[in-house]
Protein backbone atom coordinates (compact mmCIF):
# COMPACT_ATOMS: atom_id res chain seq x y z
CA UNK A 1 0.00 0.00 0.00
CA UNK A 2 1.71 3.16 -1.36
CA UNK A 3 2.30 6.02 1.43
CA UNK A 4 -0.13 9.24 1.03
CA UNK A 5 1.89 12.30 1.04
CA UNK A 6 0.22 13.74 4.43
CA UNK A 7 1.63 10.31 6.01
CA UNK A 8 4.88 11.38 4.13
CA UNK A 9 4.38 15.02 5.29
CA UNK A 10 3.62 14.07 8.94
CA UNK A 11 6.35 11.71 9.02
CA UNK A 12 8.99 14.13 7.76
CA UNK A 13 7.73 16.93 10.56
CA UNK A 14 8.36 14.42 13.42
CA UNK A 15 11.79 13.63 12.10
CA UNK A 16 12.34 17.31 12.16
CA UNK A 17 11.35 17.75 15.48
CA UNK A 18 13.09 14.92 16.86
CA UNK A 19 16.11 16.41 15.13
CA UNK A 20 15.43 19.88 16.35
CA UNK A 21 15.12 18.67 19.89
CA UNK A 22 17.99 16.68 20.45
CA UNK A 23 20.77 18.67 18.37
CA UNK A 24 20.66 16.29 15.34
CA UNK A 25 22.67 17.98 12.66
CA UNK A 26 22.60 15.92 9.85
CA UNK A 27 19.75 13.08 8.87
CA UNK A 28 20.46 10.39 6.21
CA UNK A 29 17.85 8.54 4.05
CA UNK A 30 18.17 6.10 0.97
CA UNK A 31 16.80 7.37 -2.39
CA UNK A 32 14.15 4.39 -2.93
CA UNK A 33 13.81 3.03 -6.52
CA UNK A 34 10.69 1.94 -7.87
CA UNK A 35 8.69 1.64 -10.83
CA UNK A 36 7.08 5.03 -9.91
CA UNK A 37 10.00 6.21 -7.90
CA UNK A 38 10.94 9.45 -10.08
CA UNK A 39 7.57 11.03 -9.84
CA UNK A 40 7.66 10.28 -5.89
CA UNK A 41 11.13 11.35 -5.50
CA UNK A 42 10.58 14.24 -6.58
CA UNK A 43 7.67 14.83 -4.29
CA UNK A 44 9.30 13.61 -1.17
CA UNK A 45 12.34 16.04 -2.27
CA UNK A 46 10.22 18.60 -2.35
CA UNK A 47 8.65 17.76 0.89
CA UNK A 48 11.87 17.26 2.29
CA UNK A 49 12.89 20.91 1.03
CA UNK A 50 9.81 22.59 2.32
CA UNK A 51 10.01 21.04 5.95
CA UNK A 52 13.54 21.80 6.36
CA UNK A 53 14.20 24.63 4.96
CA UNK A 54 15.35 27.51 7.01
CA UNK A 55 17.00 24.96 9.55
CA UNK A 56 20.60 23.84 10.34
CA UNK A 57 19.60 20.31 9.51
CA UNK A 58 21.80 18.46 6.41
CA UNK A 59 19.47 15.86 4.79
CA UNK A 60 22.01 13.13 3.20
CA UNK A 61 19.58 11.25 0.36
CA UNK A 62 22.05 8.22 -0.40
CA UNK A 63 21.74 6.77 -4.03
CA UNK A 64 21.30 2.96 -4.20
CA UNK A 65 24.72 1.37 -2.27
CA UNK A 66 27.12 4.07 -3.76
CA UNK A 67 27.94 5.76 -0.05
CA UNK A 68 31.89 7.11 0.16
CA UNK A 69 34.04 5.90 3.09
CA UNK A 70 32.71 8.82 5.36
CA UNK A 71 29.26 8.33 4.31
CA UNK A 72 29.63 4.65 5.56
CA UNK A 73 31.01 5.76 8.67
CA UNK A 74 28.41 8.14 9.03
CA UNK A 75 25.42 5.61 8.47
CA UNK A 76 27.39 3.37 10.96
CA UNK A 77 27.83 6.13 14.00
CA UNK A 78 23.89 6.74 13.33
CA UNK A 79 22.80 2.89 13.60
CA UNK A 80 25.37 2.24 16.56
CA UNK A 81 26.00 5.46 18.56
CA UNK A 82 22.64 6.81 18.74
CA UNK A 83 20.19 6.45 21.48
CA UNK A 84 18.08 3.15 19.51
CA UNK A 85 21.41 1.87 18.26
CA UNK A 86 22.80 1.87 22.12
CA UNK A 87 26.23 0.71 21.20
CA UNK A 88 24.92 -2.49 20.11
CA UNK A 89 27.69 -5.78 18.78
CA UNK A 90 28.40 -6.01 15.55
CA UNK A 91 25.46 -8.44 14.64
CA UNK A 92 22.62 -6.07 15.69
CA UNK A 93 24.16 -3.12 14.06
CA UNK A 94 24.70 -4.63 10.94
CA UNK A 95 20.82 -6.17 11.19
CA UNK A 96 19.78 -2.67 11.72
CA UNK A 97 22.01 -1.09 8.90
CA UNK A 98 20.58 -3.77 6.35
CA UNK A 99 17.37 -2.60 6.58
CA UNK A 100 18.09 0.49 4.92
CA UNK A 101 21.50 0.40 3.32
CA UNK A 102 23.81 -2.12 2.28
CA UNK A 103 27.23 -2.80 1.03
CA UNK A 104 30.08 -4.95 0.10
CA UNK A 105 31.81 -5.31 3.65
CA UNK A 106 29.51 -3.95 5.58
CA UNK A 107 29.96 -6.46 8.40
CA UNK A 108 33.67 -6.51 8.13
CA UNK A 109 33.16 -2.27 8.52
CA UNK A 110 31.27 -2.35 11.00
CA UNK A 111 33.11 -4.56 13.81
CA UNK A 112 36.47 -2.14 12.47
CA UNK A 113 33.95 0.55 13.45
CA UNK A 114 32.91 -1.16 17.17
CA UNK A 115 36.81 -2.14 17.68
CA UNK A 116 37.39 1.81 17.74
CA UNK A 117 34.38 2.84 19.58
CA UNK A 118 36.03 4.13 22.73
CA UNK A 119 32.34 3.69 24.57
CA UNK A 120 32.40 -0.15 23.32
CA UNK A 121 35.81 -0.45 24.46
CA UNK A 122 35.25 0.83 27.89
CA UNK A 123 32.34 -1.46 28.85
CA UNK A 124 33.45 -4.41 26.81
CA UNK A 125 32.87 -7.43 29.77
CA UNK A 126 35.93 -9.47 29.20
CA UNK A 127 35.05 -13.19 29.54
CA UNK A 128 36.96 -14.59 32.58
CA UNK A 129 38.73 -17.85 32.14
CA UNK A 130 37.19 -20.61 34.37
CA UNK A 131 39.83 -21.53 37.43
CA UNK A 132 39.85 -25.62 38.05
CA UNK A 133 37.82 -26.72 40.81
CA UNK A 134 39.60 -27.17 43.73
CA UNK A 135 40.26 -30.61 45.44
CA UNK A 136 39.38 -30.55 48.80
CA UNK A 137 39.97 -33.48 51.54
CA UNK A 138 36.80 -34.72 53.12
CA UNK A 139 37.32 -34.10 57.55
CA UNK A 140 35.97 -37.13 59.50
CA UNK A 141 36.92 -35.74 62.89
CA UNK A 142 36.03 -33.12 65.33
CA UNK A 143 38.71 -30.62 65.33
CA UNK A 144 41.04 -32.10 62.25
CA UNK A 145 40.95 -29.14 60.61
CA UNK A 146 40.21 -26.14 62.40
CA UNK A 147 39.78 -21.91 60.55
CA UNK A 148 40.86 -19.31 62.46
CA UNK A 149 40.18 -15.50 61.47
CA UNK A 150 40.41 -12.07 63.21
CA UNK A 151 37.62 -9.30 63.57
CA UNK A 152 38.58 -5.65 64.15
CA UNK A 153 39.62 -3.79 65.03
CA UNK A 154 36.55 -2.84 66.99
CA UNK A 155 35.83 -0.34 70.03
CA UNK A 156 38.30 -0.31 72.51
CA UNK A 157 37.29 -2.41 75.30
CA UNK A 158 37.87 -1.82 79.70
CA UNK A 159 40.24 -4.46 79.45
CA UNK A 160 41.80 -2.89 76.52
CA UNK A 161 40.80 -5.65 73.99
CA UNK A 162 40.44 -4.58 70.01
CA UNK A 163 40.44 -7.54 68.37
CA UNK A 164 38.49 -10.79 68.64
CA UNK A 165 40.12 -14.18 67.18
CA UNK A 166 37.42 -16.57 66.40
CA UNK A 167 38.40 -20.33 65.97
CA UNK A 168 36.05 -22.44 63.99
CA UNK A 169 36.00 -26.76 63.95
CA UNK A 170 35.37 -27.01 60.06
CA UNK A 171 33.34 -30.37 60.85
CA UNK A 172 31.35 -29.26 63.75
CA UNK A 173 30.92 -25.59 63.14
CA UNK A 174 31.69 -24.80 66.71
CA UNK A 175 33.28 -21.57 67.11
CA UNK A 176 35.15 -19.97 70.26
CA UNK A 177 35.65 -16.06 70.49
CA UNK A 178 39.18 -15.24 72.15
CA UNK A 179 39.36 -11.30 73.16
CA UNK A 180 42.69 -9.92 72.09
CA UNK A 181 44.91 -6.94 72.55
CA UNK A 182 47.28 -6.98 69.56
CA UNK A 183 47.35 -9.35 66.36
CA UNK A 184 50.68 -10.01 65.97
CA UNK A 185 51.55 -13.61 65.76
CA UNK A 186 52.78 -14.59 69.03
CA UNK A 187 49.77 -13.10 70.45
CA UNK A 188 47.60 -14.76 68.48
CA UNK A 189 49.39 -18.52 68.82
CA UNK A 190 49.27 -17.53 72.49
CA UNK A 191 45.39 -17.67 72.31
CA UNK A 192 45.02 -20.57 69.94
CA UNK A 193 47.09 -22.68 72.43
CA UNK A 194 45.39 -21.75 75.22
CA UNK A 195 41.72 -22.43 73.70
Avoid at 34 to 49: C, D, E, H, Q
Avoid at 91 to 119: A, P
Avoid at 148 to 163: A, E, S, W
Wanted: hydrophobic share 35%; net charge positive.
Amino acid sequence: MPLEAEQVFNALMDIKSYCLDNKIETFSTMKIEGPTSLTNYVRIRTMFRYVFKNNNITIKIYKEQSFTVEERQQIIYEHHNSPVGGHSGVSRTVKRIKLNYHWRNLKRDVKQYIKKCETCQKNKSHKKIKQPMLITTTVTKPFERICLDIVGPLPKTLMGNMYILTIQDELSRFAAPIALVFTDAPTVAQAFVEC
